[in-house]
């Protein structure tokens, strides 16, 4: 009985269940992610260090207590894939996305419900293969995120890490993108399928728009990274030369291949690893506008323009990914209309920004943590967006390109920016995940501590960048110009503690909110969409999904399925 | 309320650090660094007014929305505002990127009067390669490299050409002269990074990739390498050193008679 209850748990085709699976695959991620960034901020501060549990660890990548680089490198390459992958594109889309979009929409589940489950075993796989990468002999791979051949596609001879365990790790990210792709396939077909009645495309609320977007996205550009990722297995397996040019001597080792373009790889990762940001990002935009409004007692400010914007930053995101490459020895000429249309983004950025301040400004604000993490949203986008316009002209990033500064401007806007409206939604949505409450008074201290922790970790770092610090280095001893910037760095690693510590708080506030929180029922947070809608009412929809103008008796806000 | 006020802290401690910076960029050395500076100098000042303007707006919203009871019948949009900032923003961050583009992509000017030197980048070190007294670059090939043979170029043996070739593993070049760099790679993507130059370019394998440069002060810079290309890559480091015109050629000279000839 017990087995047999479980199993079934597990392999469950319930939308919500496979949100919850999701949300622990990437909780359980960003934790082992968190953790790889702390060894990595200890290492740079302090590489001669001995430490003992490193030996025990890593007896090989760290014998005798002190790290390697190729271990440094290694650990790199599995926080960025972690974050990137496991965090950023779980977490917002398919945790968040599987556990409210179909109630929102009124449909009550997902298209197909055994393509969710496989999409998420499949991904499950991936996450297991990536682990296992780092696990062979030699060690994981050392080419960083972005796996650039020649030093990810010629093999064990470019470096310890690129045998067994780079292999491994397209296979995972293979992996990876087929679960992307069907996931995505799923909410896009429910988005134009499954809408009650009623729920006309201009009635959905922002956040399923944005899903949709993101859905969007993920399904034209998943596939070109899937297929990128076979071809180099082949250079790296089957002797092609995809990504290979002739004449590479490597070590001391001439190579076969002849007739390749390292570059090509540059195009069709960036061509996915573009929308990628957005693919990370949209998700949270959405969650912002929805949670701005209903803290706010007030409509989000400007609705189809929202939409529009939602599109317009996805369609121009399909089309700047030279903007990785200005220094990579395209031409120059393709430069500048990549710059062009990069600064282009801006203006739907701007928009959005405007509409969420708009939304909340005279409102009846309830500062609930939830509120909080939109508003700290808000405040992150904007400075990490701005960082973007030091970067998009191809002459200032020549100089930014590989620096620190671009390693804060990530952070902020792809990793803190999604993380908040992450953590947003898992304020607002708890009720629906676990049925309680998370702690408010608990959560507004990690909401504080995180939002000074985040701000004092990557707003120093990008005066690293000004000081030329290439990032990427597993040590600062080698360069006399490094020299100047290592208390910053150490600043940079002390503040990173500091924020990885907060977050204890939170884990604190998940594991007893999930036991013992305070049950919730209801439309806990007075809302008007229709997940918040009881089980036996009607889910047939009757009005836009942010009516806060006092329109039913007694109350500021009508449900979408109020007549 | 609190919100409002650390958000605030927040903003001004942003502000301070660019008072006072902990560091800071160092001198640029070329005509195009100190345009660079120029352009890097208006878009701080245009980011930092929308970041201290959009944080504030922020605060405030936050601040006066909390105080004001029963305010604001909810607006569902307003087309002629948005219309507005979606151009202004646009205006905005356009005309930034037409001047930033100004200085890229000069066309190159050619090889006339250009002193040549060939940048050979591989795990984890640099080679430079200069034509010697019969100015002209030798053949090489990728057979011929021997690093522990002292010929890390590959210069080809047998021919001529190639014997007055001069190889070093820093990188000299003459004040005051057009520079033209051409950028070898034989394993990995490696990148030239020069902080005074304020600029980089990746060298890629089976790609020769220009640089040019004009340097008017004699001085010593690192060679940083900016592309991950494996365990070595935080180590790989260089100097460029730009001597007078006449020292430079004094220490041609004396190179080429030091260097062994095979």
């Known amino acids: 009985m017990e087995a047999k209850w479980s199993l079934s748990r597990l392999f469950t085709t319930d939308h919500r269940a496979i949100a919850r699976l999701y949300f622990f695959l990437s909780l359980g991620a960003v934790l082992l992610g968190m953790a790889l960034s702390l060894v990595m901020r200890f290492h740079l501060v302090r590489p001669d260090a001995q430490v003992g549990w490193f030996a025990a660890l890593w007896p090989v990548g760290a014998s005798g207590g002190v790290m390697t680089p190729e271990l440094y490198l290694s650990l790199l390459t599995l926080h960025g894939t972690i974050m990137v992958f496991f965090v950023l594109t779980l977490a917002p889309l398919s945790a968040f996305g599987n556990l409210v979009l179909p109630e929102q929409l009124g449909a009550r589940s997902m298209a197909f419900p055994k393509l969710n489950a496989l999409s998420f075993w499949i991904t499950f796989a991936s996450f297991l293969v990536l682990l296992a990468s780092c696990a062979v002999a030699g060690g994981g791979p050392l080419s960083g995120w972005t796996a650039y051949p020649p030093l990810s596609a010629v093999g064990a001879i470019a470096g310890p890490g690129e045998g067994a365990g780079q292999t491994l790790w397209f296979v995972s990210i293979g992996l990876f993108c087929a679960g992307a792709m069907l996931t995505s396939i799923n909410v896009i077909s429910t988005v134009l399928d499954c809408r009650g009645p009623g729920m006309t495309l201009m009635r959905m609320p922002l956040t399923c728009w944005n899903w949709f977007a993101t859905a969007v996205l993920s399904l034209l550009s998943f596939p070109v990274l899937l297929a990128a990722g076979m071809l180099i297995l082949l250079d790296r397996l089957g002797g092609t030369s995809f990504f290979l040019p002739a004449g590479m001597l490597i070590g001391d080792e001439k190579m076969a291949h002849a007739g390749g373009s390292p570059l090509l790889w540059q195009h069709l990762f960036w061509f996915f690893g573009h929308p990628e940001v957005y693919i990370a990002i949209l998700p949270g935009m959405g969650i912002v506008s929805h949670i701005l409004a209903t803290f706010a007692r007030k409509p989000v400010f400007g609705y189809r323009a929202m939409v529009s914007a939602s599109f317009a930053i996805s369609f121009l995101g399909m089309l700047v990914w030279g903007h990785h490459m200005f220094i990579s020895g395209l031409s120059p000429y393709s430069a500048i209309a990549f710059s062009l249309l990069t600064m282009a983004i801006g203006a739907p950025s701007a928009v959005k920004t405007f509409n969420w301040i708009a939304t909340a400004w005279n409102g009846r604000l309830r500062l609930t943590t939830a509120m909080l993490f939109a508003l700290g949203f808000v405040s992150i986008f904007v400075t990490g967006g701005l960082s973007g316009l030091f970067l998009g002209q191809p002459e200032i990033d020549a100089y930014f390109h590989d620096t620190y500064f671009v390693v804060a401007h990530f952070h902020l806007i792809m990793g803190i920016a999604a993380l908040f409206g992450i953590f947003a939604a898992t304020f607002y949505w708890f009720p629906i995940l676990f049925g309680r409450l998370l702690n408010e008074r608990l959560g507004k201290v990690h909401f504080y501590l995180t939002f000074i922790g985040a701000y004092a970790t990557f707003g120093p770092m990008h005066f690293a960048g000004f000081a030329g610090n290439p990032r990427r280095y597993a040590d600062f001893t080698t360069f006399d110009f490094l020299q100047p910037v290592l208390p910053l760095q150490k600043w940079i690693t002390h503040a990173a503690y500091f924020l990885a510590a907060s977050q204890l708080v939170f884990l604190w506030n998940l594991v007893w909110s999930i036991c013992r929180g305070e049950r919730a029922a209801g439309n806990v947070w007075e809302s008007t969409s229709l997940e918040w809608c009881g089980p036996n009412e009607s889910t047939a929809v009757h009005c836009g999904p942010y009516e806060f103008n006092g329109a039913t008796e007694g109350r500021d806000y009508r449900m979408q399925n109020e007549a | ?262």
């Open chain 2, 1 to 262: 309320m609190l919100f409002g006020l650390i958000l605030l802290l927040l903003t001004l401690a942003g502000c301070l650090l660019f008072a006072f910076p902990p560091v800071w960029f160092p001198p640029s050395i070329t005509a195009e660094a100190l345009a660079w500076d120029g352009q890097f100098r208006r878009t701080l000042w245009i980011c930092g007014a929308i970041f201290v303007c959009a944080q504030l707006l922020i605060c405030w919203t936050v601040l006066r929305g909390r105080s004001r009871r029963g305010a604001g019948a909810g607006s569902h949009g307003h087309r002629g505002l948005e219309a507005g900032w979606i151009s202004v923003t646009a205006l905005l961050f356009l005309s930034l990127a037409v001047a930033g583009s100004r200085g890229w992509a000069r066309g190159s000017t050619g090889l006339a009067g250009k002193e040549v030197i060939d940048v050979y980048a591989h795990q984890f070190a640099w080679t430079f390669r200069y034509a010697g007294p019969d100015g002209i670059f030798g053949h090489t090939a990728t057979e011929f490299i021997n690093d522990s043979g002292g010929n890390p170029a590959g210069l080809d043996p047998a021919d001529p050409a190639a014997r007055d070739d001069i190889t070093a593993a820093n990188l000299r070049i003459p004040a005051g002269r057009d520079v033209l760099l051409r950028l070898h790679s034989r394993d990995v993507i490696h990148d030239f990074f020069v902080r005074e130059l304020r600029t980089k370019q990746d060298i890629v394998p089976g790609m020769e990739i220009p640089l040019e440069l004009h340097v008017d002060k004699p001085g010593t810079y690192e060679i940083a390498c900016a592309e991950l290309c494996g365990l070595g890559h935080s180590q790989m480091r260089s100097l460029l050193i730009v001597l007078p015109d006449a020292e430079y050629e004094r220490w041609k000279q004396e190179r080429w008679k030091q260097e062994p000839r095979q």
